[in-house]
């Protein structure tokens, strides 16, 4: 290969804060069942093949607090285990039946009774309940970099006004990840790509060398940015942004014609959770009889039609090979004609989140491993963090303002203020205002009132997570957000209200740090305008 | 996110959505009705919206109520002691918000005595309350404002921002009957930074070298723009109106 062009991959490993031992079972908790059985399990089985057959790689994973915390989390873990008993016990049934009923089936139902298999497996005996321990060994080894990000994952232009709350996001980021990971991070993935000028202050008083940023973020700098998406930029402080590159990321990203949506791919959409007589089906979906994904999918994509084809695994593999090759080719052409230009080698970083890859995109993490493999044969060694590449070239970066921009619809806030979500903002904001007011009025309290004003600085943090407006903007489970912002913050006024009358409702107070558990060791001091 | 289609959901798929979006007839609809009448219940959307963004939000949407439907049956309980959040605050202030280089978002509430002092003790007292944006070029200092008169009622509003360059900040005022104006509350400011290359287009129409590193990132391979308005914009100056 003439150009060898430099890839850093990031994935945004995250899911909101959803734990409710209150109930048997709970259908949200099944998001994070989901994302590990069928994206954070088989990704590390990926990384480790290609470990063990010596093939070089570096990638990026952001692990947020909130997932590393559920992650860690013992009734969960528990919750995890029975969740994959009952899939394979669904798979036993479902080979049992594709083999006397739908035999064009029965190879990937027995498929998908292995990866169970598999990942119960690994998920007791190698990891023992803990995954991050998996990860943890795959960065000492020097394959990936880990990241961390806002401590609630929450979208920050919208509190840019609220200093202190956006210094709790950070360093409660910061910090859950030296608890988690045992060292400091030094790249931070900012929620949603949302960034505003001067966030970066923040991000250097805690220690972070660099963020990733949405691609339109350097065309619209207020700065001769000398080029464009593929250099990564210091900030004027020294911090360093990389911003995505939108073409290479929508080869895989963009519904309409990105890799995922070849008709020889599995479809997402069809589902024995909804294809089944409800008689057959109803243990493994949620009582009473409502129906989900099970995760046993057998057609492909197909075409724009419900007459859908069986799924074939081998047509499927021969795609993803020609679709990594494209990848990598499109990439190489793109560097050669850049090269020339810019006189220098360019950066493409793509930013994806993680559960794209397996839960949303069932050969997303094949295609990964044929990526690297590809790009191993043909000895491109192409593979970077933001934190090697800077080693390496960090003295030779532009310096310039990234502008505010997100990924998300229209490149900036719209999808986290508009109408179906911007009356959360007044309450959010008034519980920051109060936090810090109680911060300053009870400052280093002991005993119950520390307990009391900790979960008060817990409530505040959970509800600016920003799944909660995208779900209200999405319009999916609205039911569920709405009564997640509006819990969070109607728990912080009963702190407030009681600390107002200098008393601690105990009552509240035990029930609420047995649901929210999150951040152990927070210091509600942290709100504290005048530290 | 990907591979949301509607066409792709089989038939049963599309009924047990009709069912859980309350459809009354669902059971009388074949599949091309089905869809329809799910993509009617879907789309009272934001007229903001292209059409082409409009597809990708229902397919969106589509994807969701299938994955995380939960039905009326589970219930997060209150923990105890709780009370509904107030419609609103007792204190006299107004904050703002920044959604996009052209549009900011605005909330504000009244303390009891500042609603007093602007409508008296029956509430009859006739005065108005109006929003003052004020807009401040950040390159000469130059300052205009615009007034947006805004009833009793009101308690958030989406302000235009007409240029870039500028830093704005909104109060919230009360003029009385006589005439006489005074600010009750005041925002912090926003600001809205123009673009280098907004500015020096006919450097990336001359330069091709300049136009490949800085603008093709930001198309697909089938010619689609990143999602946002200010770079469609350039992009229509730099096709000369083609795109």
Redo the contacts between chains.
């Keep these: 290969m003439s150009c060898n062009p430099s890839i850093a991959l990031i994935l945004n490993a995250h899911l909101p804060f959803v734990r ?1 031992p ?2 048997p079972k ?3 908790e099944d998001w994070l069942f989901e994302s590990i059985s069928e994206s954070y399990l088989p990704l590390l089985r990926m990384f480790n093949r290609l470990k063990s057959d010596k093939i070089p790689f570096k990638m990026t994973i952001s692990l947020s607090p909130t997932l590393c915390c559920m992650l860690t989390d013992s009734v969960l873990q528990e919750r995890f285990i029975q969740f994959m008993e009952r899939h394979i016990e669904l798979g036993e049934k479902e080979v049992e039946r594709c083999t006397k009923e739908q035999p064009e089936f029965l190879e990937m139902a027995q498929f998908y009774l292995d990866q169970s298999r598999q990942n119960l497996s690994d998920y007791q005996d190698k990891y023992h309940n803990n995954i991050l321990e998996g990860f943890k060994v795959l960065e000492t080894s020097g394959h990936l970099e880990l990241a961390t990000t806002a401590a609630t994952h929450a979208y920050l ?2 509190y840019k ?1 609220y200093p202190t709350a956006i210094n709790a996001q950070v360093e409660l980021g910061v910090q859950s990840f030296l608890t988690t990971f045992g060292h400091l991070p030094k790249g931070f993935w900012l929620p949603e790509c949302g960034y ?2 001067e966030l970066e202050d923040t991000l250097k008083y805690h220690g972070i060398s660099w963020f990733q940023t949405a ?2 973020s ?13 250099r990564p930029v210091h900030c004027p402080n020294g911090v360093a942004a990389f911003p995505r ?4 990321t ?2 895989v ?6 890799y ?2 070849d008709k020889n ?1 599995r ?4 589902d024995i959770g ?2 089944l007589p409800m008689e057959y089906i109803k243990e493994y979906i ?3 009889s ?4 099970t995760g046993y999918k057998y057609w492909a ?1 197909t075409g ?3 007459q ?1 084809v069986p799924y074939q695994r081998d047509k499927a593999q021969k795609r993803i090979a020609e679709h990594a090759e494209n990848f990598l080719y ?1 990439l190489q052409k793109k560097a050669e ?2 090269e ?3 006189h220098k080698a360019p950066l493409f970083t793509m930013g994806y989140d993680a559960e ?1 890859f397996g839960h ?2 069932f050969e997303g993490i094949d295609w990964l491993e044929q990526v690297i493999r590809q790009s191993a044969e043909k000895g491109m060694n192409s593979f970077v963090s933001p934190s090697t590449f800077l080693n390496k070239e960090g003295s030779t970066l532009q310096t310039a303002r990234p ?3 997100s990924w998300g ?6 999808v986290w ?3 179906s979500n ?1 009356w959360s ?3 959010i ?2 519980a920051i205002e109060r936090m810090e007011e109680l911060s300053v009025r009870f400052s280093d309290q002991i005993s119950l009132k520390q307990r009391f004003l900790n979960q008060a600085a817990r409530e505040v943090l959970l509800a600016m997570a920003s799944d909660w407006p995208f ?1 209200l903007f ?4 609205t ?2 957000a709405q ?2 912002i ?2 969070h ?3 912080f ?2 702190v407030y ?1 009681n600390m107002c009358k200098n008393a601690v ?1 105990t ?2 107070l035990v ?2 740090e047995k ?1 929210d558990i999150i951040f152990s060791d927070i210091d509600y001091n942290i709100f504290n305008p005048e530290r | 996110m990907i591979l949301i289609n509607i066409d792709s959901l089989s038939t049963t798929e599309l009924q047990y959505i009709a069912q859980q979006e309350q459809l009354d007839d669902w059971k009388s609809l074949d599949r091309e009705e089905l869809i329809d009448a799910l993509e009617e219940a879907f789309g009272e959307q934001d007229d903001e919206v292209t059409s082409a963004q409009k597809g990708k939000v229902h397919r969106n949407r589509y994807c969701n109520s299938l994955t995380d439907y939960r039905g009326d049956q589970q219930k997060v309980n209150d923990l105890p002691g709780v009370e509904q959040l107030p419609e609103n605050y007792l204190d006299t202030s107004i904050h703002l918000l920044q959604r996009d280089p052209q549009w900011a978002y605005a909330y504000w509430s009244l303390s009891t005595a500042s609603q007093l002092m602007v409508f008296g003790e029956d509430g009859q007292q006739p005065s108005t309350l109006f929003l003052r944006v004020q807009q401040s070029n950040l390159s000469d200092g130059t300052v205009k404002t615009f007034d947006i008169e805004v009833s009793v009622s009101d308690h958030q509003w989406n302000i235009n921002l007409p240029d870039t360059g500028c830093s704005y900040l909104v109060d919230l005022c009360w003029r009385d009957k006589k005439g006489n104006e005074m600010s009750l509350a005041q925002s912090k400011s926003i600001e809205t930074y123009p673009a280098y290359w907004q500015e020096h287009l006919d450097d990336l129409i001359e330069d091709r070298d300049l136009y490949l590193t800085h603008f093709s990132a930001l198309v697909t391979k089938e010619g689609d723009i990143v999602d946002n308005a200010v770079i469609r914009d350039l992009a229509q100056h730099l096709s000369k109106g083609v795109l």
């Design positions: 409710h209150e109930y709970f259908l949200e232009p919208l006004d505003y000028p691609s339109q350097m065309l619209l700098s207020p700065d001769k940015v000398e080029y464009g998406t593929y590159d939108f073409q290479a929508s080869l990203w963009s519904n309409a014609t990105g995922p949506a791919y479809e997402f959409y069809r909804y294809d949620h009582e009473p409502v129906r989900v994904f994509i724009q039609t419900d859908k499109n004609s850049l020339k230009t810019m794209l949303w995109w502008a505010f921009s619809q229209g490149g900036y806030s719209a203020l508009d109408g911007a903002y007044q309450h904001h008034k779900i999405n319009k999916s489970s039911e569920y009564k997640r509006g819990d913050l109607k728990n006024n009963v209200q409702n009552e509240w029930k609420a649901r």
